[in-house]
């Protein structure tokens, strides 16, 4: 019943905003956005200015539940080219959307090369073009909260695009339906509303000093103070 109430308010933000999206898809969805996120939840986002008003950037984040991209997507004062993975990507029902928003297929357990080359070449012509790009660098939900080893696909695209990577840490999603705590995630009711959720952004990491394990290392510190004001305030709540 929730699943069908959280599609339906996406489903109906799309529809109200539909006559703008025509014409600039991915700032309109992002304003949608936006408004969903903070619907949802009680959110604290710090350091949004962080991100560069013009040029391209790469932000990467802990990847807590399959909200984290609204959440992500919502806070960011500039739209964002997720790099999604590619299953969820070719989903029938969604695909529509996510090409509409610019996200980016890649298959995360490299079982198809070709794939991670396109997307390779996608990352570089957005970056190319101005554009923003947002990595999840685990690859995958984490299946304890915590933020777990970065894969070397990170470490691909900033051989071949050198570019500021802004590191974000998130907390507050873990123990939500959407996340992997207590079982797969989505696979039992909803047992958190409206719940406290943080989102840090830091200082960009320039080029010369982005290699996996700094910009690993500053996303776990990150979240790490995200972590300190989201359990902080659920204690008060």
């Not at 999604?84 to 969604?94: C, G, N, Y």
């Not at 690859?139 to 071949?160: K, M, Q, T, Y």
């Not at 840090?200 to 996996?212: K, L, T, Y």
């Amino acid at each position: 019943m929730m699943a069908s109430w959280l599609w339906g308010v996406t489903g109906l933000a799309v529809v109200a905003g539909s006559w703008r999206v025509a014409s600039a898809p991915r700032p309109c969805l992002r304003w949608l956005v936006f408004m969903l996120v903070h619907l949802l939840y009680r959110l604290r986002f710090r350091g949004r200015h962080q991100i560069p008003p013009y040029g391209p950037a790469i932000v990467v984040c802990n990847h807590v539940s399959f909200m984290d991209a609204l959440v992500v997507g919502g806070a960011s004062p500039r739209p964002l080219r997720f790099l999604m993975d590619k299953p969820i990507f070719d989903s029938p029902w969604l695909n529509w959307l996510f090409r509409l928003v610019g996200a980016i297929p890649v298959d995360a357990d490299r079982r198809d090369p070709g794939s991670v080359r396109h997307a390779l070449d996608e990352v570089s012509r957005a970056l190319r073009q101005g554009e923003v790009v947002m990595v999840f660098p685990e690859g995958r939900l984490s299946p304890d909260g915590e933020v777990h080893p970065f894969r070397r696909g990170l470490e691909l695209i900033l051989a071949r695009d050198g570019v500021p990577v802004v590191p974000a840490g998130l907390a507050g999603l873990w123990g939500s339906w959407t996340s992997n705590h207590g079982g797969k995630a989505l696979s039992s009711p909803p047992r958190r509303f409206r719940a406290r959720v943080a989102l840090f952004f830091g200082e960009p990491i320039q080029p010369g000093e982005a290699s996996r394990r700094n910009i690993e290392a500053r996303v776990r510190a990150l979240k790490a103070e995200a972590d300190g004001w989201a359990d902080g305030e659920q204690r008060r709540a």
